[in-house]
């Protein structure tokens, strides 16, 4: 596609509840990163995806979450038993390479629990 | 621990003047690339400007230019002839050229930019 996707746009959920946000990069970008944005802060690091290889998920804040990526295509992140502090815009990219930074971001997935 | 500070959490500008955004940053490594995101009500963040740090001459695109002093660690934004459209969370960020984290960007908590007209 022209640009990054993410859906859900909006995701109110239960405590306890799994979720899951999907992203789909830009076509041929074979890197793509998923970061949380709490309110008020910066990107987080989540996870890194680069081709075949093996994921980088150093940032993922617990073993709740999991993120997985089908070769160079769409990517999923899944929170499981959700919890109130898991509230927070998640934001994908995708670029060619690693990017040196030159990242192409989607316009998030707001989650709310309750 | 590398750190992107961002010391000015709000700031505001006519609409037509210059303002300047601060960051400052903390790494111990020489070569890295360093960078101004936008990010509008959409939430979609958008790169604005990018600098390597290996050259002396500051960045500019438009009217957004840098001034980045490496001795300093400071890479400050500058945002020329500001327009409405200008208004958004302003981050900025920085990512290794070396090493196996030449991936990850670390940025700063941002600063909300109004633009009153």
């Known amino acids: 596609g022209a640009g990054v996707s993410q859906s859900p746009s909006n995701k109110v959920t239960e405590k306890g509840k799994d979720v899951e946000l999907r992203c789909d990069p830009i076509?041929?970008?074979?890197?793509l990163y998923w970061y949380r944005q709490r309110l008020g802060q910066g990107l987080e690091f989540l996870i890194y995806?680069?081709?075949?290889?093996?994921?980088?998920k150093s940032g993922l804040p617990s073993d709740r979450f999991s993120a997985e990526r089908t070769g160079e295509s769409v990517s999923t992140l899944t929170i499981q038993r959700t919890q109130q502090e898991d509230s927070a815009v998640y934001l994908c990219?995708?670029?060619?390479?690693?990017?040196?930074?030159?990242?192409?971001f989607g316009e998030g997935s707001r989650l709310t629990v309750l | 621990a590398q750190t992107v500070t961002q010391s000015q959490p709000e700031m505001s500008v006519q609409e037509a003047e210059t303002v300047t955004l601060s960051c400052t940053y903390d790494?111990?490594?020489?070569?890295?690339?360093l960078f101004w995101y936008k990010q509008p009500p959409s939430r979609q963040m958008i790169l604005v400007i990018r600098?390597?740090?290996?050259?002396?001459q500051n960045a500019t695109e438009n009217r957004f230019s840098v001034n980045f002093q490496k001795a300093a660690k400071s890479f400050s934004l500058k945002i020329s002839d500001s327009q409405l459209g200008d208004a958004a969370m302003y981050f900025c960020?920085?990512?290794?050229?070396?090493?196996?984290?030449?991936?990850?960007?670390?940025f700063g908590k941002g600063t909300l930019l109004t633009v009153n007209p």
């Open positions: 995806f680069q081709g075949n290889s093996a994921p980088d």
């Open positions: 960020a920085y990512v290794l050229d070396s090493g196996g984290s030449n991936y990850k960007l670390t």
């Open positions: 790494t111990s490594e020489s070569d890295y690339y």
């Open positions: 600098q390597e740090a290996y050259k002396q």
């Open positions: 076509s041929g970008h074979t890197a």
């Open positions: 990219a995708s670029s060619r390479d690693s990017g040196n930074g030159e990242l192409f």
